[in-house]
C-alpha cells in the first residue's frame, strides 16, 4: 500500500521526466549535429510529442533561413512568405503568435540579409558600460565617468 511511486521507464531507459530534460540541448541543434544516441532519444521524443516536432520543424525552416548565405533581401522575403504558409497550416497558436512577431518587425529583420551582419556588436558594447555603471552604482560626476570609459572602453 506504501509503495513508492516509480514513473515508467521508456524504450531507451530515460523517463518522460528524463527524456524531456536531456533533450533540452538536441532541439537547439539541427538534425545533421545531432550523436547517434540524441537522433534516437529525439526519435521517441518525437513519437511522445507530436507537436514538439511540429514545432521544432517550423522553427528549423526559419532558421534554415538566417543560415543561407546566398539569400538576399528579396529572396529573403519570398522564403519568410513560405515560412508564413507553414505556420498558418500549423495548429501550434506559439507558432502563430511567433509568426506575428516576425511579421510585424519584418522590415527590420530583412535589413539582415543585406550584408548579413547583427548589431550583436553594439549590444554587448551596451551591455559592459551598463555593467560598468553597475559596479559604479551610479554616476555622480558625468564628465569623470566619460573620461572613465573613453580610458577603459576606447
Same mark, same amino acid.
Given at each position: 500500500?506504501?509503495?513508492?511511486?516509480?514513473?515508467?521507464?521508456?524504450?531507451?531507459?530515460?523517463?518522460?521526466?528524463?527524456?524531456?530534460?536531456?533533450?533540452?540541448?538536441?532541439?537547439?541543434?539541427?538534425?545533421?549535429?545531432? %550523436?547517434?544516441?540524441?537522433?534516437? $532519444?529525439?526519435?521517441?521524443?518525437?513519437?511522445?510529442?507530436?507537436?514538439?516536432?511540429?514545432?521544432?520543424?517550423?522553427?528549423?525552416?526559419?532558421?534554415?533561413?538566417?543560415?543561407?548565405?546566398?539569400?538576399?533581401?528579396?529572396?529573403?522575403?519570398?522564403?519568410?512568405?513560405?515560412?508564413?504558409?507553414?505556420?498558418?497550416? %500549423?495548429?501550434?497558436?506559439?507558432?502563430?503568435?511567433?509568426?506575428?512577431?516576425?511579421? %510585424?518587425?519584418?522590415?527590420?529583420?530583412?535589413?539582415? +540579409?543585406?550584408?548579413?551582419?547583427?548589431?550583436?556588436?553594439?549590444?554587448? +558594447?551596451?551591455?559592459?558600460?551598463?555593467?560598468?555603471?553597475?559596479?559604479?552604482?551610479?554616476?555622480?560626476?558625468?564628465? +569623470?565617468?566619460?573620461? $572613465?570609459?573613453?580610458?577603459? +572602453?576606447?
Amino acid at each position: 500500500k506504501n509503495e513508492k511511486f516509480r514513473p515508467p521507464v521508456l524504450s531507451n531507459g530515460d523517463t518522460r521526466n528524463e527524456l524531456l530534460k536531456r533533450s533540452r540541448y538536441s532541439l537547439t541543434q539541427t538534425p545533421d549535429k545531432w %550523436s547517434e544516441r540524441q537522433k534516437a $532519444r529525439m526519435k521517441l521524443l518525437f513519437q511522445l510529442y507530436p507537436k514538439l516536432k511540429e514545432a521544432y520543424d517550423i522553427t528549423n525552416r526559419l532558421r534554415a533561413v538566417f543560415r543561407s548565405s546566398t539569400l538576399n533581401r528579396e529572396t529573403a522575403k519570398g522564403k519568410f512568405q513560405e515560412w508564413y504558409k507553414d505556420v498558418n497550416k %500549423s495548429s501550434l497558436r506559439e507558432m502563430k503568435a511567433a509568426r506575428d512577431a516576425v511579421k %510585424s518587425r519584418e522590415d527590420e529583420i530583412l535589413n539582415y +540579409f543585406i550584408d548579413h551582419s547583427t548589431n550583436a556588436g553594439a549590444e554587448s +558594447f551596451n551591455s559592459k558600460i551598463k555593467g560598468f555603471r553597475a559596479q559604479l552604482r551610479g554616476v555622480s560626476d558625468l564628465t +569623470f565617468y566619460m573620461f $572613465r570609459l573613453c580610458t577603459i +572602453f576606447g
